[in-house]
């Protein structure tokens, strides 16, 4: 029932109500008799509760774009010898945001379970106080707590690669970066629907040696957060963090 259930939502979308007409439709469809139904659930919002519970749980697979993490640590690797200059860092910067922020914006956006993820979140709300509804808002606590860790790891990673530290009233605590940065191209996502010709649109600047770059509303908006939360690292030596890009991702939690 719950995998049916799942799959509902990501056909027609979230819906908070679920009349006995559609619980019977999913029965059926799972091959369920509503008899047997009414032995694990009393009640329609007992199973909504349910449902609701797993599609916050799935959503921590899908909210990271593990593809996109591992392949920004191997372009850095490619373009290792821009990491000499304040300049090739903040080029290299500039080009690992320019790409990556406009991938994952349209990759992750426009996948089910975020766009599941995010009406949820908003949704929950509007439930009454109770148990079904502090479940729920626990594993989307836990859902956003797993993304928050997933990328916490990988800028702690790359930005002292490339030269860039967390300023100092942030006491070396990444996670107000990550929610922020995370807020940005998320709500870009919700906002598209609404205004997609607004989201969408790209703006020319002029790049190394005069040549226009093409840079996204997303893309811009993400170096905005990033500049207000990291500065240059004056003590950075380039010859270690070179080094390091052989060793791969450092995930021990950092004291």
Do not use: C
Request: hydrophobic residues 45%; without cysteine; glycine residues 6%.
């Amino acid at each position: 029932m719950l995998q049916r259930g799942t799959e509902y939502v990501e056909t027609v979308g979230l819906t908070l109500g679920m009349n006995v007409a559609l619980i019977e439709q999913l029965a059926s469809e799972a091959g369920v008799s509503v008899k047997q139904f009414h032995k694990v659930w009393a009640s329609s919002e007992a199973f909504l509760a349910d449902l609701f519970t797993e599609l916050a749980n799935q959503a921590q697979i899908d909210r990271a774009d593990t593809q996109t993490l591992l392949t920004t640590w191997q372009y850095l690797g490619i373009r290792a010898q821009d990491l000499h200059t304040a300049e090739g860092r903040r080029r290299l910067l500039f080009d690992i945001i320019r790409t990556a922020a406009e991938y994952n914006f349209d990759v992750v956006t426009v996948s089910g379970k975020w766009r599941t993820y995010a009406a949820l979140s908003t949704t929950i709300l509007s439930w009454p106080e109770g148990e079904a509804r502090t479940r729920v808002l626990d594993a989307l606590r836990a859902s956003e707590l797993a993304f928050v860790e997933t990328m916490e790891s990988f800028y702690r990673n790359v930005l002292p690669m490339l030269g860039y530290r967390l300023k100092p009233q942030f006491a070396n605590d990444y996670q107000p970066f990550v929610v922020a940065a995370a807020s940005v191209i998320e709500g870009l996502g919700i906002v598209r629907s609404t205004v997609p010709a607004l989201v969408g649109a790209h703006f020319e600047f002029s790049g190394e040696n005069g040549e226009q770059e093409s840079w996204s509303v997303a893309s811009l908006a993400y170096i905005g957060v990033l500049d207000a939360f990291f500065d240059p690292d004056l003590d950075y030596v380039p010859e270690e963090a070179i080094a390091r890009l052989s060793g791969g991702f450092d995930v021990t939690p950092s004291m």
